[in-house]
């Protein structure tokens, strides 16, 4: 019985330990920056104001769904993208692993 249990104890901590290892794949078009919160649908981004989507979604470092007002602090590290009309739909705040990595090179 105990033997079970240990095995399954096993199993359950070598899956989490493969889920922090996942690698987030950002889009080609991805730029790099430094945001602060701001009163919604606004970000500060670079130190410039600019405006979310109305789909816009936050990704944490846990890779889960932040909601606008839920963000608190500032000099969050992100990756971002905008859609045609310029607006900022999708952030992902970068874990310390993936600021580390050379920031994306624009498209031309």
Same mark, same amino acid.
């Given at each position: 019985? +105990?033997?079970?249990?240990?095995?399954?104890?096993?199993?359950?901590?070598?899956?989490?330990?493969?889920?922090?290892?996942? %690698?987030?794949?950002?889009?080609?078009?991805? *730029?790099?920056?430094?945001?602060?919160?701001?009163?919604?649908?606004?970000?500060?981004?670079?130190? *410039?104001?600019?405006?979310?989507?109305?789909?816009? +979604?936050?990704?944490?470092?846990?890779?889960?769904?932040?909601?606008?007002?839920?963000? +608190?602090?500032?000099?969050?590290?992100?990756?971002?993208? %905008?859609?045609?009309?310029?607006?900022?739909? +999708?952030?992902?705040?970068?874990?310390?692993? %993936?600021?580390?990595?050379?920031?994306? *090179?624009?498209?031309?």
């Amino acid at each position: 019985m +105990r033997i079970g249990t240990l095995l399954i104890s096993c199993a359950l901590a070598l899956a989490t330990l493969s889920a922090h290892a996942f %690698e987030r794949p950002f889009p080609p078009k991805t *730029k790099r920056g430094v945001m602060t919160p701001a009163i919604y649908p606004a970000v500060i981004i670079n130190d *410039k104001t600019r405006t979310l989507s109305a789909g816009a +979604r936050i990704w944490n470092q846990d890779n889960m769904i932040e909601m606008p007002a839920s963000l +608190r602090g500032s000099g969050f590290i992100v990756h971002y993208t %905008e859609d045609p009309g310029g607006d900022i739909d +999708r952030i992902w705040i970068l874990t310390t692993d %993936e600021i580390a990595q050379p920031a994306p *090179k624009p498209l031309p």
